[in-house]
């Protein structure tokens, strides 16, 4: 029996506009009705501007964050944090000062330019509508601090390279220290960088671990790159019919779209099943 839910929200448990609606926050509702347990695994931090339309994030649901750098339990006590290491982000630095990364750490967001100046870099190279008006809304309702007020462990670090040229300098650099980074942006412009051997898979061992479930007690559910490993190790994993075709390959089964809401009706029907038997 499924004893634990745990999603991927953009492009997975979330609709086509980001948002929570009425079908995702009943499946959330219900799951912790019947006594189970919910998670999210997600690339999200979880600060204010990332929590933008997610009505469901206060009931009490454990949090895989940062592609599975932190990780809380449902009273938002920390399980695990895993830090980048500071001598690999100096040399991070050093090579790539071009480069407009934004630096994350549990309390917040942390930029190397002023804000103006760090949306202008992250726009400068090559315009992508969709990137643009995300970094327009980071720009007006993210809370970025300078790099060198920073107190904190540097969890995931985050950029977007417009130039190809560059990011292919960028990728041969990260696969050269894949001993202390890894890369789980979706594509070859945007990366997502945590601490090696971290992503959504090892976040949610410690969630079983917190929980002392097993992995036959666990539904997964993604649809991008840095949901490959979670759904590859977990038996029972499903992915929404918009999902990347590396993902619909791995999975168990591929549902409705998240236009429709797949996930979340997969949750109701799954503990609707689990109710009568």
Not at 133 to 162: M, R
Not at 182 to 208: D, R, S, Y
Not at 232 to 257: C, G, M, R, W
Request: charged share 20%; with cysteine.
């Amino acid at each position: 029996m499924i004893k634990l839910f745990a999603t991927d929200l953009d492009g997975t448990f979330l609709n086509h506009l980001h948002r929570s609606d009425k079908w995702s926050e009943r499946a959330v509702k219900e799951t912790l009705a019947q006594r189970k347990h919910f998670a999210i695994a997600t690339g999200r931090h979880l600060h204010p501007n990332h929590r933008v339309g997610l009505k469901f994030i206060d009931e009490p649901i454990y949090k895989v964050c940062m592609n599975g750098a932190l990780v809380l339990t449902p009273s938002n006590h920390i399980i695990s944090e895993q830090r980048i290491d500071n001598v690999f982000i100096q040399l991070l630095n050093q090579t790539f000062p071009d480069i407009a990364f934004e630096y994350v750490t549990r309390r917040g967001v942390y930029i190397s330019r002023s804000n103006w100046k760090h949306f202008v870099k992250l726009n400068s190279d090559k315009l992508i509508f969709k990137y643009v008006i995300k970094h327009v809304i980071a720009f007006f309702t993210g809370n970025f601090k300078h790099i060198s007020e920073c107190q904190e462990p540097i969890l995931k670090i985050d950029c977007y390279v417009g130039n190809s040229e560059r990011a292919n300098d960028l990728c041969t650099f990260l696969h050269q220290h894949t001993n202390k980074c890894h890369n789980a942006g979706p594509n070859k412009h945007h990366f997502e960088l945590t601490a090696a051997h971290v992503n959504k898979q090892t976040g949610l061992m410690h969630v079983l671990a917190d929980l002392h479930l097993s992995e036959n007690e666990v539904a997964v559910y993604g649809n991008d790159r840095n949901d490959l490993e979670m759904l590859t190790y977990f038996k029972e994993s499903f992915a929404p019919s918009n999902a990347i075709v590396s993902v619909k390959q791995v999975v168990k089964e591929v549902l409705d779209s998240n236009k429709h809401n797949g996930v979340a009706k997969h949750i109701l029907q799954t503990l609707k099943y689990n109710k009568h038997n």
